[in-house]
Protein backbone atom coordinates (compact mmCIF):
# COMPACT_ATOMS: atom_id res chain seq x y z
CA UNK A 1 0.00 0.00 0.00
CA UNK A 2 1.09 3.40 -0.55
CA UNK A 3 2.09 5.16 2.73
CA UNK A 4 1.38 8.20 3.93
CA UNK A 5 4.67 10.33 4.39
CA UNK A 6 5.70 10.40 7.95
CA UNK A 7 4.83 14.40 9.80
CA UNK A 8 6.29 14.83 12.95
CA UNK A 9 5.39 17.75 15.36
CA UNK A 10 7.89 19.84 17.26
CA UNK A 11 8.16 22.72 19.65
CA UNK A 12 8.70 26.25 17.71
CA UNK A 13 12.59 26.81 17.77
CA UNK A 14 13.53 29.65 16.16
CA UNK A 15 17.34 28.82 16.15
CA UNK A 16 16.76 26.00 14.17
CA UNK A 17 15.50 27.71 11.22
CA UNK A 18 19.34 29.02 10.01
CA UNK A 19 20.43 25.89 9.47
CA UNK A 20 17.49 23.78 8.51
CA UNK A 21 18.37 21.63 5.33
CA UNK A 22 15.87 21.09 2.64
CA UNK A 23 13.54 23.65 1.95
CA UNK A 24 10.90 25.68 4.71
CA UNK A 25 7.09 26.34 4.03
CA UNK A 26 5.68 29.40 5.69
CA UNK A 27 2.09 30.13 5.58
CA UNK A 28 1.28 34.20 5.65
CA UNK A 29 -1.97 36.61 5.52
CA UNK A 30 -1.52 38.84 2.81
CA UNK A 31 -1.18 42.30 4.14
CA UNK A 32 -0.39 41.24 8.20
CA UNK A 33 1.83 41.19 10.01
CA UNK A 34 4.51 37.85 9.95
CA UNK A 35 4.09 35.24 12.84
CA UNK A 36 6.79 34.71 15.26
CA UNK A 37 8.86 32.18 13.12
CA UNK A 38 8.38 34.05 10.07
CA UNK A 39 9.52 36.96 11.51
CA UNK A 40 12.57 35.14 12.53
CA UNK A 41 13.43 33.81 9.35
CA UNK A 42 12.66 37.07 7.46
CA UNK A 43 15.34 38.36 9.83
CA UNK A 44 17.74 35.76 8.56
CA UNK A 45 16.98 36.30 4.50
CA UNK A 46 17.87 39.90 5.69
CA UNK A 47 13.76 41.00 4.58
CA UNK A 48 13.46 38.66 2.10
CA UNK A 49 10.49 37.03 3.47
CA UNK A 50 8.52 40.45 3.99
CA UNK A 51 9.36 41.71 0.78
CA UNK A 52 8.14 38.49 -0.69
CA UNK A 53 4.44 39.16 1.43
CA UNK A 54 4.50 42.63 0.20
CA UNK A 55 4.63 42.07 -3.47
CA UNK A 56 2.44 42.02 -5.65
CA UNK A 57 2.94 38.47 -6.76
CA UNK A 58 2.21 37.45 -3.32
CA UNK A 59 -0.88 39.79 -3.57
CA UNK A 60 -2.15 38.18 -7.35
CA UNK A 61 -2.17 34.89 -5.58
CA UNK A 62 -5.45 33.06 -4.33
CA UNK A 63 -5.16 31.43 -1.00
CA UNK A 64 -3.62 28.19 -0.45
CA UNK A 65 -1.12 29.22 -3.70
CA UNK A 66 2.40 30.00 -3.13
CA UNK A 67 5.65 31.48 -4.02
CA UNK A 68 9.27 30.12 -4.16
CA UNK A 69 12.31 32.15 -2.75
CA UNK A 70 14.93 29.65 -4.19
CA UNK A 71 18.79 29.65 -2.46
CA UNK A 72 17.51 32.74 0.12
CA UNK A 73 20.71 34.11 1.80
CA UNK A 74 21.38 33.73 5.21
CA UNK A 75 19.22 30.23 5.21
CA UNK A 76 20.95 26.76 4.95
CA UNK A 77 17.54 26.15 2.93
CA UNK A 78 17.66 25.30 -0.53
CA UNK A 79 14.12 27.16 -0.72
CA UNK A 80 11.48 29.42 1.11
CA UNK A 81 7.90 28.36 0.61
CA UNK A 82 5.24 31.10 0.75
CA UNK A 83 1.41 30.02 1.24
CA UNK A 84 -1.00 32.75 0.96
CA UNK A 85 -3.53 31.94 4.10
CA UNK A 86 -7.17 33.53 3.69
CA UNK A 87 -7.69 36.03 6.27
CA UNK A 88 -10.55 33.38 7.63
CA UNK A 89 -8.58 30.06 7.93
CA UNK A 90 -11.32 27.83 8.05
CA UNK A 91 -10.34 23.92 8.51
CA UNK A 92 -10.95 23.61 4.22
CA UNK A 93 -8.45 26.63 4.21
CA UNK A 94 -5.77 25.38 6.08
CA UNK A 95 -6.06 22.27 4.30
CA UNK A 96 -5.85 23.50 0.85
CA UNK A 97 -2.39 25.45 2.33
CA UNK A 98 -1.30 22.07 3.28
CA UNK A 99 -1.63 20.55 0.18
CA UNK A 100 0.24 23.42 -1.69
CA UNK A 101 3.47 21.51 0.39
CA UNK A 102 2.09 18.55 -0.34
CA UNK A 103 2.06 19.03 -3.97
CA UNK A 104 5.50 19.37 -4.14
CA UNK A 105 7.49 17.20 -1.58
CA UNK A 106 11.12 16.00 -3.05
CA UNK A 107 13.69 13.96 -1.28
CA UNK A 108 14.68 16.98 0.43
CA UNK A 109 13.44 17.53 4.10
CA UNK A 110 10.40 19.64 4.44
CA UNK A 111 10.13 21.75 7.69
CA UNK A 112 6.49 23.54 8.21
CA UNK A 113 6.34 26.43 10.32
CA UNK A 114 2.71 27.02 11.95
CA UNK A 115 4.07 28.54 14.89
CA UNK A 116 1.09 28.88 16.83
CA UNK A 117 -1.29 27.74 14.03
CA UNK A 118 -4.42 26.93 15.72
CA UNK A 119 -5.12 24.65 13.02
CA UNK A 120 -2.02 22.79 12.00
CA UNK A 121 -3.37 19.27 12.25
CA UNK A 122 -5.69 20.13 9.19
CA UNK A 123 -2.24 21.49 7.59
CA UNK A 124 -0.69 18.48 7.88
CA UNK A 125 -3.52 16.38 6.72
CA UNK A 126 -3.59 18.41 3.25
CA UNK A 127 -0.22 18.04 2.96
CA UNK A 128 -0.15 14.08 2.97
CA UNK A 129 -3.49 13.92 1.31
CA UNK A 130 -2.25 15.95 -1.31
CA UNK A 131 1.80 14.07 -1.48
CA UNK A 132 -0.03 11.08 -2.70
CA UNK A 133 1.97 9.01 -5.83
CA UNK A 134 0.97 6.07 -7.26
CA UNK A 135 3.97 4.40 -8.99
CA UNK A 136 4.43 0.45 -8.25
CA UNK A 137 4.42 0.10 -11.77
CA UNK A 138 7.18 2.30 -12.61
CA UNK A 139 10.81 0.97 -13.26
CA UNK A 140 12.39 3.64 -11.88
CA UNK A 141 10.58 4.28 -8.04
CA UNK A 142 9.62 7.56 -7.33
CA UNK A 143 12.25 9.09 -4.70
CA UNK A 144 11.38 8.81 -1.20
CA UNK A 145 10.00 12.23 0.14
CA UNK A 146 11.57 13.44 2.85
CA UNK A 147 11.14 13.62 6.56
CA UNK A 148 8.64 16.32 7.11
CA UNK A 149 8.51 18.45 10.12
CA UNK A 150 5.44 20.98 11.60
CA UNK A 151 7.30 23.42 14.38
CA UNK A 152 4.12 24.41 16.33
CA UNK A 153 3.57 25.20 19.97
CA UNK A 154 1.77 22.34 22.02
CA UNK A 155 3.40 19.52 19.16
CA UNK A 156 1.53 16.73 21.64
CA UNK A 157 -1.46 18.29 21.61
CA UNK A 158 -1.86 18.56 17.52
CA UNK A 159 0.02 14.95 17.28
CA UNK A 160 -2.57 13.79 19.00
CA UNK A 161 -5.81 15.78 16.53
CA UNK A 162 -3.50 14.22 13.82
CA UNK A 163 -4.04 11.22 14.86
CA UNK A 164 -7.70 10.94 13.91
CA UNK A 165 -6.73 12.73 10.47
CA UNK A 166 -3.67 10.46 9.78
CA UNK A 167 -5.96 7.34 9.96
CA UNK A 168 -8.37 8.95 7.46
CA UNK A 169 -5.60 9.52 5.28
CA UNK A 170 -4.31 5.58 5.11
CA UNK A 171 -7.61 4.99 4.45
CA UNK A 172 -8.24 7.13 1.37
CA UNK A 173 -4.66 6.06 0.42
CA UNK A 174 -5.80 2.28 0.67
CA UNK A 175 -9.02 3.32 -2.16
CA UNK A 176 -6.92 5.00 -4.14
CA UNK A 177 -4.55 2.42 -4.70
CA UNK A 178 -7.38 -0.01 -5.24
CA UNK A 179 -9.15 2.50 -7.97
CA UNK A 180 -5.54 3.14 -9.99
CA UNK A 181 -4.47 -0.73 -9.69
CA UNK A 182 -5.09 -2.12 -13.48
CA UNK A 183 -7.31 -4.90 -14.00
CA UNK A 184 -4.68 -7.78 -14.82
CA UNK A 185 -3.33 -6.93 -11.60
CA UNK A 186 -6.46 -6.62 -9.65
CA UNK A 187 -8.54 -9.52 -10.39
CA UNK A 188 -11.46 -9.87 -7.59
CA UNK A 189 -9.29 -12.85 -6.19
CA UNK A 190 -6.45 -10.01 -5.56
CA UNK A 191 -8.99 -7.53 -4.45
CA UNK A 192 -10.32 -9.91 -1.98
CA UNK A 193 -6.59 -11.31 -0.38
CA UNK A 194 -6.29 -7.68 0.34
CA UNK A 195 -9.26 -6.98 1.89
CA UNK A 196 -8.75 -10.13 3.83
CA UNK A 197 -5.76 -8.62 5.16
CA UNK A 198 -7.15 -6.20 7.02
CA UNK A 199 -7.50 -9.15 9.39
CA UNK A 200 -4.74 -7.68 10.96
CA UNK A 201 -6.30 -4.27 11.64
CA UNK A 202 -9.31 -6.29 13.85
CA UNK A 203 -11.48 -6.30 10.89
CA UNK A 204 -13.11 -9.54 10.80
CA UNK A 205 -13.42 -10.15 6.97
CA UNK A 206 -15.83 -13.27 5.51
CA UNK A 207 -14.80 -14.26 1.61
CA UNK A 208 -17.92 -16.03 0.21
CA UNK A 209 -17.19 -17.86 -3.17
CA UNK A 210 -19.27 -18.82 -6.35
CA UNK A 211 -20.82 -21.99 -4.55
CA UNK A 212 -21.99 -20.03 -1.40
CA UNK A 213 -23.13 -17.02 -3.93
CA UNK A 214 -25.35 -19.76 -5.82
CA UNK A 215 -26.84 -21.45 -2.66
CA UNK A 216 -27.93 -17.93 -1.51
CA UNK A 217 -29.62 -17.68 -5.02
CA UNK A 218 -27.70 -14.42 -6.02
CA UNK A 219 -28.22 -14.88 -9.31
CA UNK A 220 -28.68 -11.31 -10.60
CA UNK A 221 -24.65 -11.11 -9.22
CA UNK A 222 -23.67 -14.22 -10.67
CA UNK A 223 -25.07 -13.35 -13.83
CA UNK A 224 -22.69 -10.70 -14.26
CA UNK A 225 -19.29 -12.82 -13.80
CA UNK A 226 -20.13 -15.62 -15.88
CA UNK A 227 -18.00 -14.47 -18.92
CA UNK A 228 -15.18 -13.98 -16.65
CA UNK A 229 -12.41 -16.25 -15.57
CA UNK A 230 -11.82 -14.38 -12.44
CA UNK A 231 -14.70 -15.97 -10.23
CA UNK A 232 -17.33 -13.50 -8.52
CA UNK A 233 -17.09 -12.96 -4.69
CA UNK A 234 -18.72 -11.24 -2.06
CA UNK A 235 -16.78 -9.66 1.07
CA UNK A 236 -18.13 -9.09 3.93
CA UNK A 237 -15.63 -6.94 6.60
CA UNK A 238 -17.50 -6.36 10.24
CA UNK A 239 -15.68 -3.44 12.49
CA UNK A 240 -17.64 -4.02 15.69
CA UNK A 241 -16.55 -1.28 18.12
CA UNK A 242 -19.61 -0.13 19.48
CA UNK A 243 -22.36 -1.50 21.72
CA UNK A 244 -22.45 -5.60 21.51
CA UNK A 245 -25.22 -6.70 19.69
CA UNK A 246 -26.59 -3.25 18.65
CA UNK A 247 -27.24 -3.41 14.74
CA UNK A 248 -24.48 -2.49 12.58
CA UNK A 249 -24.57 0.54 9.80
CA UNK A 250 -24.18 -1.10 6.68
CA UNK A 251 -21.96 0.02 3.54
CA UNK A 252 -22.13 -1.70 -0.04
CA UNK A 253 -19.78 -1.31 -2.81
CA UNK A 254 -19.73 -2.05 -6.31
CA UNK A 255 -16.77 -3.51 -7.40
CA UNK A 256 -16.76 -4.28 -11.17
CA UNK A 257 -13.17 -5.17 -11.57
CA UNK A 258 -13.42 -4.19 -15.18
CA UNK A 259 -16.64 -3.22 -17.25
CA UNK A 260 -15.86 -4.51 -21.03
CA UNK A 261 -19.91 -3.93 -21.06
CA UNK A 262 -20.03 -7.62 -21.73
CA UNK A 263 -21.88 -8.79 -24.80
CA UNK A 264 -23.26 -4.73 -24.90
CA UNK A 265 -19.72 -4.26 -25.62
CA UNK A 266 -18.35 -0.36 -24.77
CA UNK A 267 -16.90 1.51 -27.60
CA UNK A 268 -13.14 1.29 -27.89
CA UNK A 269 -12.40 4.79 -26.84
CA UNK A 270 -11.84 5.44 -23.18
CA UNK A 271 -12.68 1.52 -21.96
CA UNK A 272 -9.38 1.62 -20.12
CA UNK A 273 -10.75 3.59 -17.37
CA UNK A 274 -13.51 1.10 -16.54
CA UNK A 275 -10.56 -0.51 -14.44
CA UNK A 276 -12.20 1.86 -11.83
CA UNK A 277 -15.49 0.39 -11.86
CA UNK A 278 -14.88 -0.92 -8.11
CA UNK A 279 -14.74 2.34 -7.03
CA UNK A 280 -17.80 1.52 -4.26
CA UNK A 281 -15.84 -0.90 -3.45
CA UNK A 282 -13.20 0.74 -2.73
CA UNK A 283 -14.61 3.07 -0.54
CA UNK A 284 -16.32 0.93 1.68
CA UNK A 285 -13.07 -0.85 1.93
CA UNK A 286 -11.24 2.70 2.66
CA UNK A 287 -13.93 3.61 5.37
CA UNK A 288 -13.73 -0.21 7.01
CA UNK A 289 -9.66 0.51 6.86
CA UNK A 290 -9.98 4.09 8.60
CA UNK A 291 -12.33 2.76 11.32
CA UNK A 292 -10.50 -0.14 12.33
CA UNK A 293 -7.22 2.24 12.07
CA UNK A 294 -9.15 4.42 14.71
CA UNK A 295 -10.70 1.93 16.68
CA UNK A 296 -13.89 3.44 15.88
CA UNK A 297 -16.72 3.06 18.70
CA UNK A 298 -19.76 2.13 16.29
CA UNK A 299 -20.54 -1.45 14.85
CA UNK A 300 -20.05 -0.81 10.79
CA UNK A 301 -20.45 -3.61 8.10
CA UNK A 302 -18.75 -3.13 4.56
CA UNK A 303 -20.02 -5.44 1.85
CA UNK A 304 -18.85 -5.56 -1.49
CA UNK A 305 -19.70 -7.46 -4.85
CA UNK A 306 -16.24 -8.04 -6.45
CA UNK A 307 -16.90 -9.59 -10.37
CA UNK A 308 -15.53 -8.81 -13.70
CA UNK A 309 -17.52 -7.82 -16.92
CA UNK A 310 -16.52 -9.25 -19.72
CA UNK A 311 -17.88 -10.97 -23.25
CA UNK A 312 -17.47 -14.48 -23.60
CA UNK A 313 -18.89 -17.97 -24.72
CA UNK A 314 -20.36 -18.30 -21.27
CA UNK A 315 -21.26 -14.75 -21.01
CA UNK A 316 -24.54 -13.31 -20.38
CA UNK A 317 -26.91 -12.22 -23.00
CA UNK A 318 -29.45 -9.43 -23.61
CA UNK A 319 -32.38 -10.41 -23.17
CA UNK A 320 -31.45 -12.92 -20.54
CA UNK A 321 -33.35 -13.72 -17.41
CA UNK A 322 -31.71 -13.86 -14.04
CA UNK A 323 -33.40 -14.10 -10.72
CA UNK A 324 -32.17 -12.11 -7.28
CA UNK A 325 -31.53 -13.19 -4.10
CA UNK A 326 -34.82 -10.97 -3.37
CA UNK A 327 -36.75 -13.84 -5.64
CA UNK A 328 -37.60 -11.25 -8.37
CA UNK A 329 -36.61 -11.72 -11.62
CA UNK A 330 -34.70 -9.25 -13.83
CA UNK A 331 -34.79 -9.38 -18.04
CA UNK A 332 -31.08 -8.23 -18.42
CA UNK A 333 -31.87 -5.64 -21.61
CA UNK A 334 -28.23 -4.15 -21.34
CA UNK A 335 -25.14 -6.44 -20.14
CA UNK A 336 -23.21 -3.28 -19.58
CA UNK A 337 -25.95 -2.02 -16.80
CA UNK A 338 -24.50 -4.54 -14.55
CA UNK A 339 -23.50 -2.56 -11.67
CA UNK A 340 -27.22 -2.62 -10.11
CA UNK A 341 -27.58 -6.84 -11.27
CA UNK A 342 -24.30 -6.48 -8.53
CA UNK A 343 -25.84 -4.15 -6.02
CA UNK A 344 -29.44 -5.86 -5.94
CA UNK A 345 -28.08 -8.87 -4.28
CA UNK A 346 -25.21 -7.66 -2.17
CA UNK A 347 -27.96 -5.03 -0.70
CA UNK A 348 -30.65 -7.73 -0.22
CA UNK A 349 -28.17 -9.79 1.57
CA UNK A 350 -26.79 -6.82 3.72
CA UNK A 351 -30.86 -6.04 4.77
CA UNK A 352 -31.14 -10.20 5.34
CA UNK A 353 -28.17 -11.03 7.19
CA UNK A 354 -27.40 -8.04 9.61
CA UNK A 355 -30.85 -6.03 9.86
CA UNK A 356 -28.68 -2.39 9.75
CA UNK A 357 -29.94 0.72 11.40
CA UNK A 358 -29.50 2.42 8.04
CA UNK A 359 -27.71 1.70 4.94
CA UNK A 360 -25.62 3.37 2.14
CA UNK A 361 -24.30 2.23 -0.99
CA UNK A 362 -21.72 3.57 -3.25
CA UNK A 363 -21.54 2.74 -7.15
CA UNK A 364 -19.69 4.11 -10.46
CA UNK A 365 -23.15 3.56 -11.92
CA UNK A 366 -23.85 5.38 -14.67
CA UNK A 367 -22.27 7.92 -16.96
CA UNK A 368 -25.50 9.86 -17.22
CA UNK A 369 -25.17 11.07 -13.69
CA UNK A 370 -21.56 12.73 -15.30
CA UNK A 371 -24.07 14.29 -17.47
CA UNK A 372 -26.17 15.46 -14.52
CA UNK A 373 -23.53 16.93 -12.59
CA UNK A 374 -19.92 16.39 -14.08
CA UNK A 375 -17.04 15.52 -12.02
CA UNK A 376 -17.63 18.08 -9.17
CA UNK A 377 -20.53 16.09 -7.25
CA UNK A 378 -21.89 12.83 -6.51
CA UNK A 379 -25.15 12.40 -7.15
CA UNK A 380 -27.13 11.18 -3.45
CA UNK A 381 -30.65 9.59 -3.80
CA UNK A 382 -31.96 8.09 -0.95
CA UNK A 383 -35.39 7.13 0.49
CA UNK A 384 -34.76 8.82 3.79
CA UNK A 385 -34.35 13.02 4.39
CA UNK A 386 -32.69 12.49 7.64
CA UNK A 387 -30.15 10.31 6.90
CA UNK A 388 -29.63 12.46 3.75
CA UNK A 389 -29.63 15.99 5.25
CA UNK A 390 -26.73 13.97 7.73
CA UNK A 391 -24.94 12.63 4.92
CA UNK A 392 -24.80 15.75 2.99
CA UNK A 393 -23.60 18.19 5.64
CA UNK A 394 -21.24 15.47 6.24
CA UNK A 395 -20.06 15.67 2.69
CA UNK A 396 -20.24 19.15 2.76
CA UNK A 397 -18.02 19.67 5.99
CA UNK A 398 -15.51 17.65 4.52
CA UNK A 399 -15.30 19.14 1.18
CA UNK A 400 -16.62 16.64 -0.85
CA UNK A 401 -19.04 17.70 -3.50
CA UNK A 402 -22.42 15.82 -2.81
CA UNK A 403 -25.82 16.45 -5.02
CA UNK A 404 -29.21 15.05 -3.70
CA UNK A 405 -31.45 13.71 -7.24
CA UNK A 406 -35.03 13.03 -7.37
CA UNK A 407 -36.71 9.75 -7.11
CA UNK A 408 -40.45 9.03 -7.84
CA UNK A 409 -42.64 6.77 -9.14
CA UNK A 410 -43.01 8.33 -12.76
CA UNK A 411 -39.15 6.87 -12.79
CA UNK A 412 -39.50 3.24 -11.31
CA UNK A 413 -42.47 2.62 -13.91
CA UNK A 414 -39.73 2.78 -16.52
CA UNK A 415 -38.42 -0.28 -15.73
CA UNK A 416 -41.49 -2.77 -16.30
CA UNK A 417 -40.95 -6.06 -18.54
CA UNK A 418 -42.74 -7.43 -21.04
CA UNK A 419 -41.79 -10.86 -19.52
CA UNK A 420 -39.91 -10.34 -16.03
CA UNK A 421 -40.10 -8.24 -12.71
CA UNK A 422 -38.34 -5.92 -14.42
CA UNK A 423 -35.63 -4.69 -16.56
CA UNK A 424 -32.79 -3.46 -15.82
CA UNK A 425 -32.84 -0.42 -18.01
CA UNK A 426 -34.90 2.37 -17.56
CA UNK A 427 -33.92 4.38 -21.07
CA UNK A 428 -31.28 7.00 -21.41
CA UNK A 429 -33.55 9.72 -19.99
CA UNK A 430 -32.73 10.45 -16.02
CA UNK A 431 -30.62 7.49 -16.90
CA UNK A 432 -29.18 7.95 -13.23
CA UNK A 433 -32.65 8.14 -11.50
CA UNK A 434 -33.56 4.87 -12.61
CA UNK A 435 -30.83 3.39 -12.00
CA UNK A 436 -31.57 4.41 -8.31
CA UNK A 437 -35.08 3.42 -8.66
CA UNK A 438 -33.72 -0.07 -9.81
CA UNK A 439 -31.75 -0.59 -6.48
CA UNK A 440 -34.88 0.95 -4.53
CA UNK A 441 -36.73 -2.64 -5.30
CA UNK A 442 -33.84 -4.09 -3.68
CA UNK A 443 -34.03 -1.89 -0.64
CA UNK A 444 -36.62 -2.67 2.03
CA UNK A 445 -39.13 0.30 3.25
CA UNK A 446 -37.99 0.54 6.67
CA UNK A 447 -34.68 0.73 6.08
CA UNK A 448 -32.91 4.55 5.60
CA UNK A 449 -31.03 4.06 2.82
CA UNK A 450 -28.66 6.10 -0.08
CA UNK A 451 -27.36 5.68 -2.81
CA UNK A 452 -24.00 7.79 -3.85
CA UNK A 453 -22.99 7.35 -7.94
CA UNK A 454 -19.65 8.12 -7.74
CA UNK A 455 -19.08 7.58 -11.30
CA UNK A 456 -18.03 11.20 -11.94
CA UNK A 457 -16.19 11.96 -8.68
CA UNK A 458 -13.92 8.26 -8.10
CA UNK A 459 -11.36 9.40 -10.76
CA UNK A 460 -9.95 12.80 -12.73
CA UNK A 461 -8.06 13.14 -15.28
CA UNK A 462 -6.90 16.47 -13.58
CA UNK A 463 -5.22 17.17 -10.36
CA UNK A 464 -7.34 18.49 -7.55
CA UNK A 465 -7.06 20.22 -4.21
CA UNK A 466 -6.22 17.36 -2.38
CA UNK A 467 -5.21 14.66 -5.01
CA UNK A 468 -2.91 14.38 -8.33
CA UNK A 469 -5.25 13.11 -11.37
CA UNK A 470 -6.42 9.61 -11.06
CA UNK A 471 -7.88 8.07 -8.02
CA UNK A 472 -9.48 10.77 -5.44
CA UNK A 473 -10.58 8.41 -2.82
CA UNK A 474 -13.99 10.69 -2.71
CA UNK A 475 -16.20 9.55 0.04
CA UNK A 476 -13.83 8.00 2.76
CA UNK A 477 -13.93 11.74 4.48
CA UNK A 478 -17.27 11.97 4.54
CA UNK A 479 -18.55 8.14 5.45
CA UNK A 480 -15.70 8.45 8.33
CA UNK A 481 -17.51 12.11 9.38
CA UNK A 482 -21.12 10.58 9.59
CA UNK A 483 -20.26 7.65 11.21
CA UNK A 484 -18.51 10.02 13.76
CA UNK A 485 -21.12 12.02 14.15
CA UNK A 486 -24.25 9.87 13.61
CA UNK A 487 -23.01 6.69 15.55
CA UNK A 488 -20.29 7.46 17.70
CA UNK A 489 -21.82 10.82 19.11
CA UNK A 490 -18.54 12.81 18.74
N1 LIG B 1 -19.56 1.49 -15.09
C1 LIG B 1 -20.51 2.10 -15.95
C2 LIG B 1 -20.79 3.55 -15.59
C3 LIG B 1 -19.66 4.52 -15.73
C4 LIG B 1 -19.53 5.31 -16.85
C5 LIG B 1 -18.77 4.69 -14.70
C6 LIG B 1 -18.49 6.22 -16.95
C7 LIG B 1 -17.72 5.60 -14.80
C8 LIG B 1 -17.60 6.37 -15.92
C9 LIG B 1 -21.82 1.33 -15.88
O1 LIG B 1 -21.72 -0.02 -15.63
C10 LIG B 1 -22.47 1.46 -17.20
O2 LIG B 1 -21.94 0.97 -18.14
N2 LIG B 1 -23.61 2.14 -17.23
C11 LIG B 1 -24.33 2.34 -18.44
C12 LIG B 1 -25.78 2.10 -18.16
C13 LIG B 1 -26.62 2.03 -19.40
C14 LIG B 1 -26.28 0.78 -20.19
C15 LIG B 1 -28.07 2.01 -18.98
C16 LIG B 1 -24.09 3.77 -18.87
O3 LIG B 1 -24.01 4.66 -18.03
O4 LIG B 1 -23.94 3.99 -20.06
MN1 LIG C 1 -21.43 -1.15 -17.40
ZN1 LIG D 1 -20.02 -0.64 -14.61
Redesign the pocket.
Known amino acids: MTQPVPIQFRDSDADALASQPGRIALLAEQGASLAPLARKLDKLTRGAVMRAVGSEAFAALKPGESLDLGFPTGLAADGVQIIRLARKVTQDQARKAGAAVGRNLSGVATLVLADTHPQAADIAFGLAMRAYDFSPHKTTPAKPVGPVTVMVAEPEKVAAAANAGAAVTEGVFFTRDLVNEPANVLTTDDFAARLAAMHELGLEVEILEEDALERLGMGALLGVGMGSETPSKVVVMQWNGGPKGEAPFALVGKG?VF?T?GI?IKPAGGME??T??MGGAAVVAGVMRTLALRKARANVVGLVGLVENMPDGRAQRPGDVVKSMKGDTIEVI?T????RLVLADVLWYAQERFRPTAMIDLA?????V?IALGHENTGVFSNDDALCDAFLKAAKAEGEGAWRLPMAEAYDAKLKSRIADMMN?GGRDG?AITAAQFLARFVKPDVPWCHLDI?GTALLKADSTLAPKGATGWGVMALDRLIRDRFEGK
Request: net charge negative; charged share 25%.
Open positions: VDGSDMMDNDAEGTLTGAIVGA
